[in-house]
């Protein structure tokens, strides 16, 4: 297989104009001699607002489909992923420079470890950043720490799944993303914690951009009641699999 990582974004009209700045954390991006990135830029739906943002790049594929979501969208991407590993980017967030080369090294070095996140900072609207409580230590995650986490704290899981870097065979074993209106990349990191060691990078490797559009800050995101349906099926899931005793490698 193709010595690439494939940087998989979801994408959506309102959010299309932050491409630009997506794009160029990505050209920032410095990887040993022989890798290189694709950039998978899949939008969620058929419009004609998207593509004007897409960067005239050989390197950038996109493509269009019917409106299922940003997880049906970064899934139907993975059609286009030629490379063994596969990188989340969503379409309003930014990389720091050295974090594919860092979670490249993790997981080149380590054939036991399946997936790679590291720590996230708040993009707010002034410019400033915020950082998250709880961050664990830099090092390995041991299979089924994120799910007793997630389970201890309402739901929140102590390491953030749009830092994802993951194997693109065990991303397919699991299915890709949950088909869920939301919360469908937490479900995607409880599934690998399930069957996998991870591991955590202490040093930032994203700013998660915080914007008055942004799916996460409408009020539908927060209904009680959707809410405990998603999350009572991401945990179910996640059990699951930890019961039927598969493991990765």
């Known amino acids: 297989m193709t010595r690439r990582i494939i940087i998989v974004t979801a994408v959506h009209a309102p959010s299309a104009p932050f491409l630009a700045e997506a794009y160029k954390s990505l050209r ?5 001699d022989g890798w290189e990135w694709h950039w998978v830029i899949q939008e969620d739906g058929e419009s004609d607002a998207v593509a004007p943002y897409v960067p005239d790049d050989a390197r950038v594929t996109f493509r269009q489909g019917r409106p299922g979501g940003p997880g049906v969208a970064r899934t139907i991407a993975l059609a286009h992923a030629d490379g063994p590993y596969v990188k989340v980017l ?12 860092r979670d490249l090294a993790v997981l080149e070095a380590d054939p036991a470890i399946g997936w790679a996140t590291s720590r996230v900072l ?7 950043t915020a950082g998250f409580p709880g961050d664990p230590d830099e090092g390995p ?14 739901w929140r899981a102590q390491v953030h799944p749009a830092s994802l870097f993951v194997r693109r065979d065990l991303l397919l074993a699991l299915g ?7 919360s469908e990349d937490t479900g995607l990191l409880l599934a690998l914690n399930s069957v996998s ?8 490797g994203l700013l998660y951009r915080k914007w008055e559009g942004q799916v996460t800050g409408q009020a539908s995101h927060v209904d009680p009641a959707e809410r405990d349906a998603r999350m009572a099926v991401v945990g179910a899931r996640a059990r699951a699999l930890a019961d039927f005793g598969w493991r990765h490698p």
């Open 90 to 101: 969503d379409a309003d967030d930014q990389l720091t420079p050295g974090v594919l080369a």
């Open 28 to 32: 920032s991006q410095e990887l040993p």
């Open 141 to 154: 995650i041991e299979r089924g720490a994120v799910l007793d986490f997630w389970t201890a704290n309402d």
């Open 122 to 128: 708040d993009f707010l609207p002034d410019g400033s």
């Open 197 to 204: 060691r991870g591991w955590f990078s202490a040093e930032v």
């Open 176 to 182: 890709g993303w949950m088909a869920l209106p939301a």
